[in-house]
């Protein structure tokens, strides 16, 4: 149950986009849809921003999305705003029926 | 609106034993699977356990396997953790949250806010 593997962080001015990428494995990110990312500013608990690799919740920004190719996922947030300065997480459902995360990307916004 | 509020946490020495809870609202809690992840201060999200909506499929990290115990009281709506032999290493905050789907599929749509569990002597 290795995490996968993200930058610890990256940056970008207002009205910018970044992209945060997500490497795992074949037993994880590479043959599996259930790629998740979640949201997690300071001091509060995360939130689901995409699941299913490029599907956004109800109220999810459009600025926010999601794609796959092989073993790494990878979030894009568009038009950069500050109040996108958050702690980001990737996840992946497992080939033993379990869940791992990436170790996290602090994103700032400059 | 889905309401996820964990409780139960504390300091508990080293060997010691803990339960968590986690009582849900809002939502059809019998149809989703749910979820223990936790934080450890200052570090990244960790996935603890899962448990599916009929209880009938339970996983673990390998980290807790063989020391803690998840299940649910549909009746209650409520999703508990049970932590025995607790070592330092599992200090953390434990946040319940709830699958997108009935089974575990790591989805988590919902988290509730955290209960600190410490470990030390």
């Known amino acids: 149950q290795s995490a996968l593997t993200q930058p610890p962080s990256v940056s970008g001015s207002p009205g910018q986009s970044v992209t945060i990428s997500c490497t795992g494995t074949s037993s994880d990110v590479g043959s599996y849809n259930r790629v998740s990312w979640y949201q997690q500013p300071p001091g509060t608990a995360p939130k689901l921003m995409i699941y299913?690799?490029?599907n956004r919740p109800s109220g999810v920004p459009d600025r926010f999305s999601g794609s796959k190719s092989g073993n790494t996922a990878s979030l894009t947030i568009s038009g950069l705003q500050a109040e996108d300065e958050a702690d980001y997480y990737c996840?992946?459902?497992?080939?033993?029926?379990?869940?791992?995360f990436g170790g996290g990307t602090k994103l700032t916004v400059l | 609106e889905v309401h996820l509020v964990e409780s139960g946490g504390g300091l508990v020495q080293p060997g010691g034993s803990l339960r968590l809870s986690c009582a849900a609202s809002?939502?059809?809690?019998?149809?989703?699977?749910m979820h223990w992840v936790r934080q450890a201060p200052g570090k990244g999200l960790e996935w603890v356990s899962g448990i599916s909506w009929n209880s009938g499929t339970r996983d673990y990290a390998d980290s807790v396997k063989g020391r803690f115990t998840i299940s649910r009281d549909d009746a209650k709506n409520s999703l508990y953790l049970q932590m025995n032999s607790l070592r330092a290493e599992d200090t953390a905050l434990y946040y319940c949250a709830k699958d997108r789907e009935g089974y575990n599929r790591g989805q988590l749509d919902y988290w509730g806010q955290g209960n600190l569990v410490t470990v030390s002597s």
């Open positions: 996840s992946s459902y497992t080939s033993t029926n379990t869940l791992v």
């Open positions: 809002g939502f059809a809690f019998d149809d989703y699977a």
């Open positions: 299913e690799v490029s």
